[in-house]
């Protein structure tokens, strides 16, 4: 190594000196000769030096000399050329021996026998070579170093100075064999370099190959003394060697023994479950068990199918929540639930403590005289609830920790609306404010939802923080003096905004942010409200994303530091759509998954189970919350609108034009010479958007109806769509313009989009370069002038003049306000424009924005409309699906139920779920009904299907269920045919039918060449013939022989003919059928085969050939179902029909062949125990979440007592009859072994022989593997048994004996999964069985609490421990102990009592606004009827049922008194829902009512010909308010709580209140009297 580095490039340079740049080149060129690979072997042989002072005096001589050395040195040179071959052979040969030698040396390591004696031989060998490396390097004058070649006493005589041939001499031996041993060629060069030096030169060099070799030679003799250890310690070192050898040889033979011995076990196992398995097999047959794993059984199959539905349908979804480690705040208004696989997850330890006053953590009223919060501002009670507060404490302790990448942990509320997610990003703000992070900024959907955010700082006492509204401010640098410390509130669409000199608001949000200068130093909180929008980030998946997800990545790129915080309750349908999910830190460094992509294909590689997985994970690792508001009381229910004779007829009418305009298109691009494929793609796409749009205004009058029927109910009604075809009605505006005309009619968006296409997209004009009629070319200089195809013009007129004979229905939208009247619709869209019909039956088109509101306010005034009554319908788009509250809130006038009628659906789950979230929201009366409106029109299912999946997989990952994603939109997940078995049902109905129709084809041709007609209809004979010679081989051969001699040959001729052309058939049999087999379905009676090949040639998804036109369109679901719009309704139902039942048989067949996609199913059975402890396999280092391992023991035997639950449970059923009634459902003993089970009846249809009964067993419990036995076997092998004696003796005996072998092990891991994913997969992809491989997430519940996770066996988990064994993780995890947590009893009965309250709050409330309305509508009347002189109205004098007027009487006197208190109600009403509002403004609104009742109505007077009873409470309510109001006046506490009991137990509530005091109306509204001591009331009263 020393002599590469004096000699190699690195040292070169410093050794030179300060020679010229030619020298330098060519001394390093001769040291990379000197040092190649001759090093290595420098000290082979001995060497002789020179004396260095004996070269200098030589050198002084010779320095002359230069000719003569080179003269020399070519002599030298030629002589050297002789020997090279000689010195190559010798160098050769030391290789050969050194490699013979190490050979040796390992056959001599092999023979233990005669080691010591080899050992000896070696060691004289190494003295020998040492003793002949002594002598040293080889001298200039041949002697050794030292003597210098001459006599002692001649040293000291002055030395002569060597010759450059005795130099190049030198250096040849030295770099010669032996010593430094270069090879041949570099030895050459080398040479040659060092001849057409200088003397001084090639003295320096040669002085330097001198020090090189003595260097290596002294490395080497220390080398070899090293080397030369005692013969002793040589000894025992190999001793020592020899036994670690025989010991890893013996663990070997253990290891050996020991995996044979497990071979054989498991062999042996696998041999006695073989013989177990033939023995039950053999027994089922002899018992008549039906087989169900085969598809021949299809009745069984779908029976057990639909079993197995009906018990993952009736398995809860969701459970009641409350904060498991959290225990700030009071409990939420609404009661809130967890979908169930989120609640068996405990979320980790609590260490964070927020910032917030106590009065707000502990949920009472405060503010404005907090000692340590002074800036607070009086809020009121339950300002955030404990749900609200959990979310707070774990973003704030999310935020404390920083991800393996250094960038700071985020925090995902995946809450569902009414949960409060404003008040919880407020929260989080002001708990950093507190913290000293004074900037923060918000991101939402929209500007409107500005004045949200406001009012959420304001509730919870902070009105002073400055939220500074983005979109409002100026581009570039922002004045500090203006905008300084606060919230920076901005939408989505301002992240990409940019002016026209380029500069962006992001940009401009990162400086305001960094105030500091530098981004990386900003810790505030980003917070991506509505962060579904920025889910189409296309982030390593090869396409390109919006700019929005763009941005969103962006942002927190710059700002590495910040509180990233995701809000949504769909923020993801799908795990690609959680990319700009960066802070979550699932994955990049120090995680399984090194990228997204990577993350993203192993999570939907291992299916849905996987993405509930996640959602579970992410809980348990603190960084993820998940609530929603509970579904009481809410219903859902998809109904079916059945087109009509007209609107079939309209419809099949579209149907015939569009087949016609896509026919033209096409000859079109022909004549005119363009190209195809961009007009193919618009046509495609306007295609799908008529009929979307036609059924929608198809639709519109079933919405129409139900909307009547509900208001004839008493109900209000929002409908909600997505599009309000403002585009088309523009374009339509437009023409009429350019026409000078106004648009007097409304317009039908259906019919514009097909206009669009016809007039702007149908070619009419050559394209550059078309051949010309003439037969010449276009070119580019009369582009603008292209000749006109008269032939496409015409063309294109007849379309439009048949476009225009249809009656194509308006839009939608319009149809519906039409009808009823914009002054009876709130409409809640994005468009500007719209229809209104005036008195004289004509129609307008005028801005929706009318005296004096503006088009941001217009949504905000009609939701106001609609929400205080005076509008009962309204509308909403995809533009106010987001931020409007249209529930029954009891603060506002309509309190009426909702019908939400879907009338068009969205392309995406989250869009229809944040529609459905407008109508049910806390603090709401009643609970919503929601009707989803689905044509009878088969392709409009494609709308439905994409709905439906998305729905499955958001609730996958948001809520941790694919159940959870639908809360009560269950019905609609039927329409799911986007799946596996969607995709496969598909491909082999496209092979059956261009098998089958090439086929019947192939027959009909045949009957025409038998020529067996009668006046064109086959005769029976040619019938018959055709039939035989369709059988197959072994049928058909029985069948001819049975026909006359001379039909036999006829038959066989043509089966031979029709052979030969089926063989020649090109088509390849698709890999489903080598799966599934052959599909046995066959289409509807209304379609034949040859009819099904010719429409689906007709939809463009089959050619000509009957083949797909790409290999990819077998399995695209999606394009069949659109094409499948374009068909007549008949035709499209009746193929629809037949893919439905190809689809259902596909998923029969793939559920009893073991590949239909595992859901979360139950470990259910007689008991359900912990068979040992939980065991903690893991503990992530940086949130402390704990992967457990749970062992279950599970008793999958049936009681008696379940048995007969389960036989009562049957007999339900009318159509069901009992042993005892003559029916066959109950207990049956077998003949043969006496085994006694139990009947179900479950299928009643069909033939009595053929009908299945459910086989119950005391080993078989109603949740394993069902086993079913049709009635003619039931009959003829069992036996009935109706003594119950003998029932209970013979089922309770066998029951007792097989205790031992149906009690089974289980394995559940649960927890956190995805820190030990490599470790989990790995093990799984080591499984010896197919189903072992599968990822199958399991739920089980032992002692009322779910336990939820990845199901492995007892040998997957041992492997999964090795897999972790030495982990960080599993070195943590040791000594950590959990207890599976159970319901505590006494905050179960706190939380039951406190919904009862809740239900009778709400009840109250409901009675109220019922007679408020009862109220109103009687004044209507009365008011209608004064006005007509028939009658006077009651409360305009004080009296009540007087006639023509007067005071009225007494009844009068009671009314004119109950008028004051219920307007005092209303004012106490309006000052229960804002204590903190100010009394001359109310006072002002209730002179208001007074001095507007002739006009308005008192709205809420009780009529006075209410009866007694009603007066009675009346009376009673009225005193206990009055003693209410004197204990107030009394400041005696005791007296004040006793009055208030009181007052509630007359069921005062804040609206009958005499004296109007506000802290009465709030005290009464309270919903907890042990919320409030002593002190509490003091304080209110003060």
């Known amino acids: 190594a020393r002599f590469l580095r004096m000699f190699g490039g690195d040292g070169g340079d410093d050794l030179m000196g300060g020679e010229s740049l030619e020298q330098m080149l060519m001394e390093t060129a001769a040291d990379d000769l000197m040092g190649g690979s001759g090093g290595a072997s420098s000290a082979a042989g001995s060497s002789r030096g020179f004396d260095a002072g004996s070269l200098a005096s030589m050198l002084q001589k010779q320095q002359h000399h230069a000719p003569s050395v080179h003269h020399l040195a070519q002599q030298s040179h030629q002589s050297h050329q002789l020997a090279a071959v000689a010195q190559q052979a010798q160098y050769e040969q030391q290789q050969q021996r050194r490699a013979q030698a190490q050979a040796q040396a390992r056959a001599q390591q092999a023979q233990q026998a005669q080691q010591a004696q080899l050992q000896m031989r070696r060691q004289l060998q190494l003295q020998q070579q040492q003793q002949q490396s002594r002598h040293g390097a080889p001298s200039a004058y041949g002697g050794r170093p030292g003597s210098g070649g001459m006599p002692q006493q001649q040293q000291q005589q002055p030395k002569p100075q060597p010759t450059p041939q005795q130099l190049l001499a030198y250096a040849e031996r030295v770099m010669g064999p032996g010593n430094l041993g270069l090879p041949p060629e570099k030895f050459n060069k080398n040479m040659e370099a060092l001849r057409q030096m200088s003397f001084p030169q090639l003295f320096h060099h040669v002085k330097k190959l001198k020090t090189a070799l003595e260097t290596a030679l002294e490395q080497r003799r220390s080398g070899e003394q090293k080397q030369l250890l005692p013969q002793q310690q040589q000894q025992q070192l190999m001793m020592q060697r020899q036994k670690v050898l025989q010991q890893q040889q013996q663990q070997l033979m253990m290891q050996r023994q020991q995996a044979q011995q497990q071979v054989m076990q498991q062999q042996a196992l696998q041999q006695q479950k073989i013989k177990e398995a033939a023995a039950e097999e053999e027994e089922r047959k002899e018992d008549g068990i039906v087989q169900t794993t085969q598809a021949a059984n299809s009745d069984a199959l779908e029976v057990e199918t639909a079993e197995e539905e009906a018990a993952i349908a009736s398995a809860p979804v969701f459970r009641a929540y409350r904060p498991l480690k959290v225990k700030y705040g009071l409990s939420h208004p609404e009661p809130i639930v967890e979908s169930c696989s989120m609640a068996s997850v405990e979320p980790p330890d609590v260490f964070y403590r927020p910032g917030l006053p106590s009065s707000l953590l502990s949920g009472r009223r405060g503010g404005g005289n907090d000692s340590l919060h002074p800036e607070w501002l009086p809020h009121d009670a339950c300002a955030l609830s404990a749900a609200q507060l959990e979310a707070l404490v774990y973003a704030g302790q999310r935020h404390s920790q920083q991800n393996p990448d250094d960038t700071r942990g985020g925090f995902f509320i995946g809450d569902g609306t009414g949960v409060g997610k404003g008040r919880e990003i407020a929260s989080i703000i002001l708990d950093n404010v507190a913290q000293g992070r004074y900037r923060s900024i918000w991101v939402s959907l929209s500007t409107a939802l500005y004045y949200d955010a406001k009012r959420d700082f304001r509730d919870l006492g902070r009105a002073d923080i400055n939220v500074y509204p983005l979109h409002k401010l100026p581009y570039g640098q922002l004045d500090p003096a203006e905008v300084g410390d606060g919230v920076m509130f901005c939408t989505y669409q301002s992240l990409i905004a940019q002016n026209k000199h380029s500069e962006r608001r992001i940009d401009q949000l990162v400086t305001w942010a960094a105030a500091s200068g530098d981004p990386a130093r900003f810790e505030g909180c980003i917070c991506f409200d509505e962060a579904h929008r920025a889910k189409n980030l296309a982030l390593d998946r090869g396409g390109k994303g919006t700019k929005t997800g763009e941005m969103v990545l962006g942002i927190q790129k710059q700002l590495p530091q910040a509180r990233v915080l995701y809000v949504s309750a769909t923020a993801a349908a799908e795990v690609k759509d959680l990319g700009y999910m960066s802070r979550l830190g699932l994955w990049g460094r120090g995680t399984p998954f090194p990228d997204f992509s990577t993350f993203a294909a192993k999570i939907e590689r291992a299916g849905v189970g996987a993405m509930e997985l996640l959602a579970m994970d992410m809980k348990a690792r603190g960084m993820f919350v998940s609530r929603m508001l509970a579904f009481t009381g809410c219903s859902f229910e998809v109904r079916e609108c059945t087109l009509d004779q007209q609107n079939e007829r309209l419809y099949d009418e579209a149907v015939e034009l569009w087949d016609d305009m896509l026919t033209a298109l096409e000859k079109c691009v022909e004549m005119c010479g363009s190209d195809g494929a961009h007009p193919l793609r618009l046509y495609w796409g306007a295609h799908q958007s008529f009929f979307k749009q036609l059924l929608n205004s198809i639709k519109a009058r079933n919405a129409i109806d139900e909307t009547e029927e509900a208001l004839r109910q008493g109900k209000c009604v929002v409908i909600g769509l997505l599009s309000t075809g403002e585009a088309k009605a523009n374009e339509a505006a437009e023409r009429e313009n350019r026409a000078g005309r106004e648009l007097d009619s409304e317009v039908s968006t259906p019919q514009e989009i097909a206009r669009s296409l016809i007039e702007q997209h149908l070619p009419t004009t050559r394209a550059e370069g078309a051949p010309r009629d003439g037969g010449g070319l276009t070119n ?123 009338l068009e659906l969205a392309w995406s789950a989250d869009k229809m779920l944040q529609q459905f979230g407008r109508t049910h929201r806390s603090n709401q009366i009643t609970a919503p009904h929601y009707v989803l409106l689905v044509s009878n029109v088969g392709g409009e299912k494609r709308f439905a299907s994409s709905v439906a999946r998305r729905l499955e997989m958001l609730g996958a990952i948001t809520r941790g269920d694919r159940r959870g994603g639908h809360g009560a939109a269950a019905d609609l997940v039927q329409y799911n045919l986007d799946t596996v078995h969607g995709h496969t049902a598909l491909a082999l109905m496209f092979d059956a039918v261009a098998e089958k129709s090439e086929a019947a084809a192939l027959w009909e041709r045949a009957l025409r060449m038998l020529q067996c007609h009668r006046q064109g209809v086959p005769t029976l004979l040619g019938l018959a013939v055709v039939a035989v010679a369709q059988k197959k081989q072994a049928q058909g051969n029985r069948d001819v022989a049975r026909l006359p001699q001379g039909l036999q040959k006829y038959v066989l001729k043509l089966r031979e003919w029709a052979s030969q052309r089926q063989s020649g058939s090109s088509r390849q049999r698709p890999q489903e059928r080598n799966v599934y087999g052959d599909c046995p379905k066959s289409p509807t009676p209304r379609m034949s085969w040859t009819t099904a090949g010719e429409v689906l040639k007709r939809m463009r998804v089959l050619n000509a050939n009957l083949a797909t036109q790409s290999d990819a369109d077998r399995h695209n679901i999606n394009k069949f179902l659109n094409r499948l719009l374009g068909l007549p309704v008949q035709t499209q139902n009746a193929l629809f029909e037949y893919y439905t039942s190809v689809f259902k048989w596909v998923v029969v067949t793939a559920k009893a062949t073991g590949r239909l996609e595992p859901s979360i199913e139950t470990i259910s059975g007689e008991s359900v125990s912990l068979a040992t402890e939980p065991e903690v396999l893991h503990k992530e280092p940086n949130s402390s979440a704990l992967t457990v391992h749970y062992t279950l023991s599970v008793d999958s035997g049936l009681s008696l007592a379940s048995a007969n ?108 999964v995805l820190p030990i994913w490599n470790a989990l997969t790995t093990t799984l992809a080591g499984a010896a069985s197919k189903a072992g491989k599968q990822l199958l997430v399991r739920r089980a519940e032992v002692n009322g609490r779910p336990i939820i996770g990845v199901s492995l066996s007892k040998e997957a988990v041992a492997s999964l421990k090795r897999h972790l064994d030495g982990s960080a993780g599993a070195e943590a995890a040791r000594g950590t102990h959990v207890t599976l947590r159970e319901d505590d009893p006494q905050e179960t009965e706190r939380l039951q009592k406190e919904e009862l309250r809740r239900e009778q709050k709400r009840q109250r409330i409901k009675q109220r606004h019922q007679l408020d309305e009862q109220e109103r509508t009687n004044w209507e009347r009365q008011r209608d009827a004064s006005k007509r002189g028939t009658a006077h109205a009651p409360w305009r004098d004080g009296g009540g049922g007087g006639g023509g007027g007067g005071d009225g009487g007494g009844g009068g006197g009671m009314g004119g008194s109950r008028r004051e208190k219920k307007v005092k109600r209303t004012e106490a009403a309006e000052l229960w829902e804002a204590p903190d509002s100010d009394s001359d403004e109310d006072d002002a609104q209730a002179e208001f009512v007074f001095a507007n009742e002739d006009e308005y109505g008192p709205g809420t007077i009780v009529d006075d010909d209410d009866d007694n009873a009603v007066l009675e409470v009346a009376a009673e309510q009225a005193r206990a308010a009055d003693s209410l109001a004197a204990a107030m006046k009394s400041n005696d506490t005791a007296r004040l709580r006793e009055s208030l009991v009181a007052a509630r137990a007359a069921s005062v509530d804040a609206a009958l209140l005499a004296s109007g005091d506000a802290r009465l109306a709030w005290l009464v509204a309270a919903e907890d009297d042990d919320q409030f001591d002593d002190d509490d009331l003091m304080s209110m009263l003060e």
């Not at 048949?802 to 229905?809: F, H, T």
């Not at 059923?1213 to 077998?1230: C, D, H, I, N, P």
């Open 780 to 902: 580019g200089f009369d582009l603008l002038e292209q000749p006109a195809v008269p032939e496409a013009v015409q063309i294109r007129a007849e379309l439009l003049r048949r476009l225009d004979a249809i009656d194509m229905p308006s839009n939608a939208l319009d149809l519906v306000i039409g009808h009823f009247g914009v002054e009876h619709v709130a409409e809640m869209t994005g468009r500007k424009m719209r229809f209104v019909k005036d008195g004289a039956g004509g129609t307008r088109w005028e801005p929706r924005a009318q005296n004096g509101v503006s088009q941001d306010q217009i949504n905000i005034a009609e939701k106001d409309a609609f929400m205080g009554g005076t509008k009962r319908v309204a509308i909403i788009s995809d533009a106010a699906s987001s931020g409007i509250s249209l529930h029954a809130d009891p603060r506002f006038a309509n309190t009426r139920q909702r019908l939400h009628i879907t």
């Open 1205 to 1312: 639950g389960a036989l009562t449970e049957a007999l339900k059923s009318r159509a069901v009859k009992s042993t005892q009634q003559g029916g066959a459902t109950g207990f049956w003993q077998q003949t043969r072994s006496q085994r006694l089970i139990l009947a179900l009846e479950m299928s009643s249809g069909g033939e009595a022989g053929q009908r299945l009964f459910r086989v119950l067993r005391p080993t078989l419990h109603t949740s394993t593997k069902p086993q079913y036995i049709r009635h003619k076997d039931l009959r003829a092998r069992y036996r009935p048994v109706t003594v119950e004696d003998e029932i209970s003796r013979a089922w309770q005996g066998e029951y007792a004996e097989s205790e031992k072998g149906r009690t089974q092990e289980k394995h559940l891991l649960c927890g956190a």
